[in-house]
């Protein structure tokens, strides 16, 4: 099992603006799902370009492991 302070420094790229924003940090981060939050997170138009990439490439990570 991936330990949550991995996944934290793992989802780092994830800017934090606010409480609400950490709190659902720390959510995804517990999450047994997060392949899959990933993959939906790569189906947001509004994402950028650079966004996307540090997605994908994060989404590699979990699922090689």
Do not use: G
Request: hydrophobic share 40%; glycine share 0%; proline share 0%.
């Amino acid at each position: 099992m991936i330990s949550q302070d991995n996944v934290l420094f793992r989802l780092d790229f994830i800017e934090l603006h606010s409480q609400s924003d950490y709190d659902l940090l720390h959510e995804v981060a517990n999450s047994d799902d997060l392949e899959n939050i990933l993959s939906m997170l790569l189906l947001d138009d509004t994402l950028s370009d650079a966004l996307k990439r540090q997605v994908k490439q994060q989404l590699k990570q979990v699922k090689s492991k």
